[in-house]
């Protein structure tokens, strides 16, 4: 309920107080005459039960304030809120806020004049996350829905420039059947055969490290060449994804590439990275191209896959693509299926794969280097 009140001393004017989202609001009323100041009183009290309520619209709040309610392009937010997200969140999820928002651009057309925020309905986020749906999984969909909350929750509280949330009541994506099966480690054969399909150097790169490290892609495309201590033999790296810090022994084949790679990169310092063209795609669009060229160059020549139909306008929910069950990720996969099958403790697999899954073990757990270094040497070449 708001209150009116003067500050002891500092002025002879009426000040309207009230409290909104655990907040508390002190204004002006701009009169010395108390009844005035009542009128004001009533009309704020007017826009927090609307507010509470759900029901303060631009056309009321300008009707009680005679003043335009607060005001914000689409264009606008969306760069104000991943300003925000650089400063405050992890590189994984400013990757993810600068996708959704290229999308949210795209799809409304957004510019400097519009449309504004609280133009958008919730009939609109259902179409744009329907035709996200009908190209990718219902996790990357859901993803999306989550993110899209957290942008219109921000335009609601603080900026007010929305009174609902539009994400509010947009059910989740339910998985299909072939979405819902488990992603697979590559075999053998598999691993040889990715190697030999590999174009470039770059690739032959990813392959051996996506095996031999069990790292994410991101963290081999944006690798620093001053992570890998080609004398010692390791790779020390923090990873994007959970900020775990890793040491990762070299298995003989990397090192050979990575070996090749430092002299072709002579004068680079530590802290560039082995592949600056690929690194810097990789920090501007985030995963999305080389996950499309690991399927097309890789995993289809391998006949891991088949090739993708080129898209076309019109897409009905019955043709979404069906989700392979192989993709970049099972390098991970194998890596850790392959340790755990020659034998290594589960302590050693976790402390190379970076999993954190037993909080307590991990305090009191430290494993060797050594023990690390004749884990990773029995990992079989690939290359022969």
């Known amino acids: 309920m708001p209150w009116l009140f003067k500050f002891k001393k500092k002025s002879a004017v009426w000040w309207v107080g009230y409290r909104l989202h655990g907040r508390q609001f002190l204004r002006s009323?701009?009169?010395v005459d108390r009844k005035l100041a009542e009128q004001e009183l009533h009309r704020v009290n007017a826009m927090v039960?609307?507010?509470?309520?759900?029901?303060?619209?631009?056309?009321l709040f300008q009707h009680l304030t005679g003043k335009a309610s607060p005001s914000m392009t689409l264009r606008a937010a969306l760069d104000d809120w991943l300003r925000e997200a650089k400063g405050a969140a992890g590189e994984r999820t400013v990757?993810?806020?600068?996708?959704?928002s290229s999308d949210l651009v795209s799809f409304f057309k957004a510019n400097d004049r519009g449309p504004m925020v609280d133009e958008i309905t919730r009939e609109d986020l259902q179409r744009y996350l329907s035709e996200r749906r009908s190209e990718v999984s219902a996790s990357t969909a859901n993803m999306a829905r989550k993110c899209l909350a957290i942008f219109f929750k921000r335009c609601k509280v603080p900026l007010g420039v929305i009174q609902n949330n539009p994400v509010e009541g947009i059910p989740l994506f339910k998985e299909s059947r072939d979405e819902k099966r488990a992603r697979r480690p590559f075999t053998m054969a598999e691993?040889?055969?990715?190697?030999?399909?590999?174009?470039?150097?770059?690739?032959?790169?990813?392959?051996?490290?996506?095996?031999?490290?069990?790292?994410?892609?991101?963290?081999?495309?944006?690798m620093p060449i001053g992570a890998a201590d080609l004398t010692a033999g390791t790779i020390h790296i923090k990873t994007r994804k959970t900020g775990a810090t890793l040491q990762i022994p070299i298995a003989p084949p990397l090192h050979e590439l990575l070996s090749k790679r430092r002299l072709e990169r002579n004068g680079a310092s530590p802290g560039e990275p082995f592949w600056p063209e690929q690194a810097a795609r990789y920090e501007k669009s985030g995963s999305g191209w080389f996950?499309?060229?690991?399927?097309?160059?890789?995993?289809?020549?391998?006949?891991?896959?088949?090739?993708?139909?080129?898209?076309?306008?019109?897409?009905s929910r019955a043709d979404r693509r069906n989700v392979n069950e192989t993709s970049f990720h099972c390098f991970r996969h194998a890596y850790v299926s392959t340790l755990a099958a020659l034998g290594q403790n589960q302590q050693i697999v976790k402390a190379l794969a970076g999993h954190s899954s037993d909080e307590?073990?991990?305090?009191?757990?430290?494993?060797?280097?050594?023990?690390?270094?004749?884990?990773?040497?029995?990992?079989p070449d690939i290359t022969k």
């Open 291 to 315: 996950s499309q060229r690991f399927y097309d160059l890789l995993l289809t020549k391998a006949g891991l896959a088949k090739v993708r139909p080129h898209r076309s306008g019109g897409k």
């Open 49 to 59: 039960s609307a507010h509470k309520a759900n029901a303060l619209t631009r056309d």
């Open 191 to 222: 691993l040889c055969e990715l190697y030999r399909q590999a174009p470039d150097d770059f690739w032959r790169y990813m392959v051996l490290g996506g095996f031999f490290t069990g790292l994410r892609m991101g963290d081999l495309v944006t």
């Open 95 to 100: 990757e993810k806020y600068t996708g959704l």
């Open 360 to 379: 307590v073990n991990d305090l009191y757990t430290k494993v060797p280097l050594d023990a690390l270094k004749r884990a990773v040497a029995l990992l």
């Open 29 to 31: 009323t701009g009169h």
